[in-house]
């Protein structure tokens, strides 16, 4: 897909040089994309943190170890996220919970507050694997399900650790299988944490598709050339410098209203 991207903007330029009909030449590949996205995904990857579970009360703990510094919980979660793919690219891993423990206490520690990595992990492990799902979010699975589609979950979190949040949400019942980057050592958003999902499920990259509420991870996919859905959570915002997803909804529910229209 990249390759053909690139190819496209490369036809574009050349055609506005030579003063040819672009116009005819956009529609033309918008009418390719729109044939393409009319088919159905073989396979529905979610994430599960923030996409299919509510964090609202992780991140009420995050800040009462921050001594109620709400405003210190984004720095927080990109400061996890950094170092998570630190990790990746230093290739080294530890449980996702792990480092989200280890950045508090360096956002803390820059804060003047001092939190055990016993205190950090409490913070942190506990609630992130109670988190009750979003309010649409078993409707919405129940939908898919019901029109046939595969649905696998594919997250950072670990594999005790999901089954767990699963477990606590009642969403146990609801997947065909679940994957986590802990069984290829490598956290989302590298791209061969995507190649091994696809590989593991026995499908080419452009027949998987993610459905995710964080812009890097959808970035990501896209790259890794998949196909993907945006669920634009209260706070989150797509990457400017990738492509757009094909679906952007404001919930899950509204995201399987699309996909079960497509053939």
């Excluded at 630190?86 to 919970?97: E, I, L, N």
């Excluded at 803390?108 to 016993?118: D, V, Y």
């Excluded at 669920?231 to 990457?239: D, K, N, P, T, V």
């Amino acid at each position: 897909m990249n390759s053909r991207r690139n190819f496209i903007k490369q036809s574009s330029a050349l055609l506005a040089l030579g003063g040819l009909p672009l116009k005819q030449f956009q529609q033309k590949e918008e009418n390719m994309q729109t044939e393409k996205n009319e088919n159905r995904p073989k396979v529905l990857f979610f994430d599960v943190n923030e996409t299919l579970l509510d964090l609202t009360a992780m991140r009420k703990n995050v800040a009462k170890a921050l001594n109620n510094r709400e405003d210190l919980l984004p720095l927080w979660f990109t400061t996890m996220l950094q170092y998570s793919l630190v990790m990746t690219s230093a290739r080294q891993y530890q449980d996702f919970g792990i480092i989200g423990a280890a950045a508090l206490q360096m956002v803390a520690a820059n804060q003047g507050i001092t939190i055990s990595a016993e205190e950090a992990k409490q913070a942190i492990v506990g609630p992130l694997r109670s988190l009750p799902p979003h309010p649409e979010v078993k409707s919405a699975l129940t939908k898919l399900k019901k029109a046939g589609f595969k649905l696998v979950s594919f997250t950072n979190s670990s594999n005790a650790g999901v089954k767990t949040q699963f477990t606590n949400a009642q969403l146990l019942d609801y997947f065909d299988e679940r994957l986590s980057v802990e069984d290829i050592g490598k956290y989302k958003p590298h791209a061969d944490a995507y190649d091994w999902a696809a590989r593991k499920m026995g499908v080419q990259p452009q027949d998987c598709m993610l459905i995710a509420a964080h812009g890097w991870d959808i970035a990501g996919a896209i790259w890794a050339n998949w196909r993907t859905a945006f669920i634009s959570r209260a706070g989150a915002q797509l990457f400017p410098l990738a492509p757009a997803p094909e679906l952007n909804e404001a919930n899950l529910d509204k995201v399987a209203n699309q996909l079960i229209k497509l053939k």
